[in-house]
């Protein structure tokens, strides 16, 4: 899973770096792609299945108020948008997931303060993630913090075990009270990954079956990492 992360890691900051204005979403699927493919490995979320449809891509490309799973297409990036790059390598039968939300050019302050909080917040959930600890630990974490700044924490989408499959338990949650929930133990591995608003929580699915949007079209941000919990503490394997 080391590996599949440090290929994970590899991919994105190649991604990174084309994200600017005028760059249509689909052409950044297809960088990812081609990148992960030249590391010997594979796409997690191409063909991925829920609610019997198939995800078409392997990059998830969520602009602005859209939190996760938005659908690479012909949209072109804009000076001022945000942009969320989530990705999923698999390995030899093992699964990493990460995530990252870019400003595209300048940006409105509020926007850059709400990716640096959500970035922060995804630190504070790491830190928390020790042997003994609860996944009520780092919800309950990131949840203090991220409404003390004034942003909202999306409830309906979570973190979650991760391992042979994408998403295995347990869930990990971004809010939620200390010392409840699942106990950490070592050798677990979770994905941590907070989805924050600048408005309210509550969240609307798109026509397309995958997009998922603030219901208020207030923005969003997101960060992910994939987290070993070990005795000597929490070993991000997607840095």
């Known amino acids: 899973m080391a590996h599949a992360g440090s290929i994970l890691a590899k991919v994105l900051q190649r991604v990174r770096k084309v994200v600017k204005p005028g760059v249509r979403t689909k052409d950044l699927d297809e960088l990812a792609n081609k990148l992960v493919l030249s590391y010997k490995a594979r796409p997690a979320f191409l063909g991925y299945v829920s609610g019997g449809r198939r995800y078409p891509a392997s990059l ?125 133990q070592a050798g677990m591995v979770i994905a941590i990954e907070p989805m924050l608003s600048a408005g309210g929580k509550a969240i609307t699915l798109a026509d397309d079956g995958w997009t998922y949007k603030t219901a208020d079209e207030s923005l969003s941000a997101h960060f992910e990492h994939t987290i070993a919990i070990t005795k000597k503490g929490p070993k991000v394997l997607t840095r």
């Open 60 to 184: 998830c490309v969520s602009v602005n108020e859209e939190i996760v799973h938005g659908l690479p297409s012909d949209r072109v990036l804009a000076v001022g948008d945000v942009v969320g790059l989530d990705f999923g390598v698999i390995y030899d039968g093992w699964y990493a997931d990460s995530a990252i939300t870019l400003p595209v050019g300048p940006v409105h302050p509020q926007a850059a303060r709400l990716l640096a909080v959500t970035e922060r917040a995804l630190q504070i959930g790491i830190e928390a993630a020790r042997v003994g600890s609860t996944v009520g630990d780092i919800g309950h974490a990131i949840q203090v913090y991220a409404e003390h700044q004034g942003f909202s924490v999306v409830r309906d989408l979570v973190g979650h075990g991760i391992g042979r499959a994408l998403h295995e338990d347990p869930q990990v949650p971004n809010f939620g009270n200390a010392n409840e929930g699942a106990k950490l």
